[in-house]
């Protein structure tokens, strides 16, 4: 039952990914996947008995909360490259712009609308 369960929340998570794909989507793809594994595993361990099922419910535990860690991890790693995209995309309209300065009438304002559209500013 965990098991199709688990599969049921899975594929709900991938299709709403695939039909507005997000970061937020993905994210709860990984996470979906993460609580399935980890309520299989304590299933699982279920059929074992004393410390043995202890400890088995403890590394199960521990993988889900890894997973779910690592995703968390991604999504920090991912808003750090947008966030270092935009400044490079700064920096380069600031060497655009700089670059049109040099000019002048007709052929500045076209140098700046270029640069404009090519750094969407």
Do not use: F, H, Q, W
């Not at 695939?18 to 989507?25: R, V």
């Amino acid at each position: 039952m965990a098991e199709a369960s688990g599969k049921e929340k899975v594929a709900k998570a991938e299709l709403e990914a695939n039909y507005k794909p997000s970061d937020k989507a993905r994210r709860k793809v990984r996470d979906e996947k993460a609580e399935a594994d980890y309520k299989i595993a304590k299933e699982k361990c279920n059929d074992k008995g004393g410390n043995i099922k202890d400890v088995c419910v403890k590394e199960a535990k521990a993988a889900m909360k890894s997973a779910k860690a690592d995703a968390k991890a991604n999504k920090k790693v991912g808003e750090a490259r947008k966030d270092a995209t935009e400044e490079k995309r700064d920096a380069e309209y600031s060497v655009a712009k700089e670059k049109c300065d040099a000019m002048a009438g007709a052929a500045k304002d076209s140098c700046m609308a270029d640069a404009k559209a090519r750094y969407k500013k």
